[in-house]
């Protein structure tokens, strides 16, 4: 097993260097939600369907991603605060390439 | 005024299946959702979409399992107020409630279980200068009435259906209608699409694709909104209009329930969980997503049975003098206040001379 450092910047500017495990099958909302960077009910409303932007992140570094999915371009097409680099947090699988990646959570809609 | 045992507010999966636990025990129950159709969550963000942890259920349908719980709770006869949300809340000297909803009408009950998840879905709003300003003065999240935009200058935006539908509909109704959407794919059934396309190419709809609203203007009411389609600003473009529609859809929001007295943690409201997941008012429950206790999970199959629990307590509280003996359904049946009653057949006894 092997973890890796993330760094996320919450809602208030605060950065948080998180090491983040990449063999529990998790995503970078839910890593967010278990170091309770946001607090509950602001972030993954949806419970990491796509389906709100309630973890939307600006990616900060220059990490090769994968590509979004057509749930998640369609999701960010109609959320708020988006940005070139805007992704959703839910469909960010932590993987081994992550290590290093640093991000900064969108402002929750109002 | 409806009457009835047991209020529940928000009609998901856990707050119908409460009406089945309550209706075992003689209970009514009335259900009161902010959204049109019952369901919660299943029905409003995810109909179509799989669940694989609902026990004896190895996959069902988010939308399948409300139909299911419809049908299961239809002998017990509940009551409905959809369309409008639970607003404030009155406890009477008797200790009874009266909650009234967003359009005024009243519900006494002696209990009341709040099964309202994540909160009542509301309008996403863009977050634009000076939008509540114009909120009904050219802005609306929903459409009412489509009347109101008859022979109109309508600007709707969103990638959905109903932006879609909406853009439709009120392309024979409006002198005008512009569809503004921040790419050129949509999300919508594939039919609405192609209509669309359709009502673009004979000129009955003025589609901006990319494109984004970025600004209202107006003074007391909305005149123009201004529209981005590169990131340049400079090339922003002014469009003349009566009306603004942003259809992004809908996100719950605690709301009203946050102000009635309870004790509020995470979002979500704290219950006595070691019992019967009443809230610190006594005679006020809460089951599913919108309660928390240490290591609450989120789950539909936690909801079930924190609703029944619940009904057990409920139904001391109605009737404190009575002892209740649990009977498992196989043993007493189902009997509905329809008159319904199922049962499980009587073994066949018969003698071998």
């Known amino acids: 097993m092997t973890d890796i450092k993330i760094k996320i910047t919450d809602r208030d500017g605060v950065s948080h260097e998180v090491e983040a495990p990449t063999d529990m099958n998790m995503n970078l909302m839910e890593l967010v939600r278990a170091y309770e960077l946001a607090p509950e009910g602001t972030i993954g409303i949806c419970g990491g369907m796509a389906m709100c932007a309630s973890c939307q992140c ?45 991000v900064e959570l969108a402002p929750e809609e109002g | 005024m409806i009457k009835t045992d047991i209020l529940i507010i928000g009609a998901g999966p856990t707050g119908l299946f409460a009406v089945f636990e309550a209706g075992l025990l003689k209970l009514k129950c009335h259900l009161i959702d902010a959204l049109p159709q019952p369901g919660g969550q299943c029905s409003e963000l995810y109909p179509k979409k799989p669940i694989y942890d609902i026990p004896g259920f190895p996959e069902v349908l988010a939308g399948d399992l409300v139909d299911n719980l419809m049908e299961q709770i239809k002998p017990f006869q509940p009551g409905f107020t959809l369309g409008e949300r639970a607003e404030t809340i009155e406890k009477l000297e008797d200790g009874t409630f009266i909650v009234t909803t967003s359009k005024g009408t009243k519900h006494h009950a002696p209990i009341v279980a709040i099964a309202g998840g994540l909160g009542s879905f509301e309008p996403r709003k863009p977050p634009l200068e000076d939008i509540a300003k114009y909120e009904d003065k050219g802005v609306a999240y929903m459409i009412k009435d489509p009347e109101v935009y008859r022979n109109k200058k309508v600007v709707i935006a969103g990638g959905g259906d109903s932006a879609l539908d909406w853009s439709i509909f009120l392309a024979d109704v409006a002198s005008e209608v512009t569809l503004v959407h921040r790419r050129n794919e949509f999300r919508g059934a594939l039919d609405s699409v192609e209509k669309v396309q359709h009502l673009k190419d004979i000129g009955k709809i003025n589609l901006v694709t990319p494109g984004e609203v970025v600004g ?9 909104v201004i529209i981005r389609k590169t990131t340049n600003a400079a090339e922003d473009m002014m469009l003349e209009t009566d009306f603004f529609i942003p259809l992004f859809g809908l996100s719950p929001k605690l709301g009203p329930i946050g102000d009635w007295g309870l004790e509020i943690e995470k979002n979500a409201i704290k219950v006595d969980n070691a019992l019967d997941y009443q809230t610190n008012i006594p005679g006020i429950y809460a089951i599913g997503d919108v309660n928390t206790y240490p290591g609450k999970l ?55 001379n």
């Not at chain 1, 991603?65 to 959703?88: G, H, I, K, Q």
């Not at chain 1, 839910?90 to 390439?97: A, D, K, T, Y």
């Open chain 1, 58 to 102: 600006y990616v900060q570094s220059d990490h090769e991603l994968p590509e979004m999915s057509d749930d998640e371009e369609a999701m960010l097409s109609e959320a708020f605060n988006v940005r070139e680099n805007s992704r959703l947090g839910c469909q960010l699988h932590i993987s081994e390439e992550m290590d290093g990646l640093a």
């Open chain 2, 216 to 224: 209202l203007q107006g003074e007391d009411t909305l005149k123009s």
């Open chain 2, 298 to 352: 989120k789950l539909i199959l936690c909801g079930f049975h924190e609703a029944t629990l619940m009904c057990q307590s409920a139904y001391q509280r109605i009737f404190p003098d009575k002892k209740y003996v649990m009977k498992y359904t196989t043993v007493g049946g189902v009997t509905g206040f329809d008159g319904s009653k199922k049962e499980s057949p009587k073994a066949v006894v018969k003698a071998i």
